[in-house]
């Protein structure tokens, strides 16, 4: 009934529960429209403008929403698996609950959008704009965020385990509590953020900067932070049990209390304030 809504002018329509399987909707005019508990699966919504639209609980499968522009709308508990809104606007969407796994979400805007408990393994939100965006208890296993900007984004408790972080920027990001266990986060910065109690165990930190960060009780157990710079950082009661920090910088970080039973700082840069004197015995030093 309403497959051929190509450019379609729909300004607060009420297309709630609407059957919008396989629908075009390229460049179609949904501001403010009523798209609840709609089955958009495989609706084309290409250009389509859905600022403020309301999709809640609407079944996206495989929707394609490339370069949509989609601001303040609200996507909580929908289903969005292997939808595609690359260069998609999403700025300040609402994706609370919401299933994203698989879902392309390569180049799109999505600062301050709220992906609270939203799952999105496997995802791609690469070279995305996440500022200031809420990934607070969200499932981010083995997506990709390479190249993102995550600039004082939340991902308190979030699960990235395996994650693609190459290159990202996380500067002043809260990961409080965050599982990272096995990212591969070569290059990324993590400048001024907030890791306490963040599980790093294997990852790879190589080359990141870590100036000023907040690792108060992180498990980096086995991380390789090869060239990574950690000065003045927050290591108080961090765990780098067997730690590869080759050439890593560690100036005037706090180490109070750290544990580096069996780390490698080859020609690292670190003063021993702080450390116990049986702690930096067991470390692999420079002679």
Known sequence: MYQNLRGAKLHSADLAAADLIKADLIEAELVRANLAGADLIGAVLVSANLLGANLSGANLIGANGIKASAKLANFSNSNLV???????????????????????LS??????ANFTKAKLNGANLRHANLSEANFSSAKLVKANLSNAIAKDATFKYGDLRGADNRSTDFTGAD???????????RGSNFSFAKLVFANLNRGNLATCKFVFAVLTKANLL??????????????????LVNANLTDARLTNADLKDADFRGAILLRAIVDKDG??????AEMVVDS
């Not at 700025?91 to 796994?101: H, K, R, V």
């Not at 450390?275 to 930096?280: A, C, N, S, V, Y």
Request: hydrophobic share 40%; with cysteine; glycine share 14%.
């Open 222 to 239: 086995e991380a390789d932070l090869t060239g990574a710079d950690l000065e003045c950082a927050d290591l108080i009661g961090a765990s």
């Open 82 to 104: 292997a939808a595609n809104f690359k260069g998609a606007d999403l700025t300040g969407a609402n994706f609370t609950g919401s299933d994203l796994q698989g879902a392309d």
């Open 175 to 185: 990961l409080c509590g965050a599982i990272l266990r096995g990212a591969d986060c």
């Open 107 to 112: 180049d799109s805007i999505l600062i301050g």
């Open 275 to 280: 450390l116990r004197d049986e702690d930096f």
